[in-house]
T-cell receptor, first 112, second 116 residues
Framework: KQEVTQIPAALSVPEGENLVLNCSFT??????LQWFRQDPGKGLTSLLL?????REQTSGRLNASLDKSSGRSTLYIAASQPGDSATYLC???????????FGTGTSLTVIP | NAGVMQNPRHLVRRRGQEARLRCSPM?????VYWYRQLPEEGLKFMVY????????ESGMPKERFSAEFPKEGPSILRIQQVVRGDSAAYFC??????????????FGPGTRLLVL
């Protein structure tokens, strides 16, 4: 069964810093991997989707990489802002099945 | 184009009552997924439905939980005889394509269920 782990569980950085969030998964037979943002009491907002054949995706200040063979993905946030404060979730879809497997998230606080 | 809608946003029930959670997918989406987020835990898949069909219910508890997605109207997640352990946030997601494709899922704001 696929297991997804996110490290660190919580992260606090001063505004302007670049940071990296990590996601690892146990089964490399994935269809895609997706990074989401969740604000307190709110739903999930999709940030980046990486297909299994891709190595990275970029959107604005965000860059996500995927190393399927080692079961790892990173989310890089450049020049962090207080508005980036949220919980970031990594989710993996396996080659079989219809569900996403979610990590428990990294809670990010960007201090002004 | 409105996003995925869920109601109610908050639901309080006493032990033994029934909870009904509704999800209206995005316009044009015919695939619905339900996830549960327990306190301090990640989201866990519960069930995947297409119109009038349950495709994958491997994440649903065997008792007290049921889901439907009728031809007309929203998808319903029903929890009978709720217990305190059912307290969680329940999220619905929808997608426009078959569930094994590369598409993303669009999530609703969730229903927060509190069982007293």
């Amino acid at each position: 069964k696929q297991e997804v782990t996110q490290i660190p569980a919580a992260l606090s950085v001063p505004e302007g810093e670049n940071l990296v969030l990590n996601c690892s998964f146990t089964d490399s037979a994935i269809y895609n991997l997706q990074w989401f943002r969740q604000d307190p009491g709110k739903g999930l907002t999709s940030l980046l989707l990486i297909q299994s054949s891709q190595r990275e995706q970029t959107s604005g200040r965000l860059n996500a990489s995927l190393d399927k063979s080692s079961g790892r993905s990173t989310l890089y946030i450049a020049a962090s802002q207080p508005g980036d404060s949220a919980t970031y979730l990594c989710a993996v879809r396996s080659n079989t099945g219809n569900q996403f497997y979610f990590g428990t998230g990294t809670s990010l606080t960007v201090i002004p | 184009n409105a996003g995925v809608m869920q109601n109610p946003r908050h639901l309080v029930r006493r032990r033994g009552q029934e909870a009904r959670l509704r999800c209206s997918p995005m316009k044009g989406h015919s695939h619905v997924y339900w996830y549960r987020q327990l306190p301090e835990e990640g989201l866990k898949f519960m069930v995947y439905l297409q119109k009038e069909n349950i495709i994958d219910e491997s994440g649903m508890p065997k008792e007290r939980f049921s889901a439907e997605f009728p031809k007309e109207g929203p998808s319903i997640l029903r929890i009978q005889q709720v217990v305190r352990g059912d307290s969680a946030a329940y999220f619905c997601a929808s997608s426009p394509l078959a569930g094994t494709g590369g598409e993303t899922q669009y999530f609703g704001p969730g229903t927060r269920l509190l069982v007293l």
